[in-house]
């Protein structure tokens, strides 16, 4: 995933977080407006979240986050 998706993930995790309290959850969607107006950009996450991780639609913020900060 590049530098600029990654940022732009823990952004919103780390708002969706701070507004809605550590539980809730999000799909990769989240990352985008919805308008799909950088498609390459995401099936990249879509790829990262389904493909390589084979996560659910939902998950919690807080696992995306840090599985983004770490690296993973």
Same mark, same amino acid.
């Given at each position: 995933m590049r530098r600029t998706l990654r940022t732009k993930?823990?952004?919103v995790c780390n708002e969706k977080i701070a507004k809605k309290g550590e539980t809730?959850?999000?799909? %990769?969607?989240?990352f985008f407006a919805n308008k799909n107006d950088d498609p390459?950009?995401?099936m990249e996450a879509a790829e990262?979240?389904?493909k390589?991780?084979?996560l659910d639609h %939902?998950?919690?913020a807080v696992k995306i986050r840090d599985m983004i900060d770490s690296g993973v």
């Open positions: 993930a823990i952004a809730v959850g999000l799909s %990769f969607y989240a390459e950009l995401l990262w979240w389904i390589t991780h084979e %939902f998950e919690k």
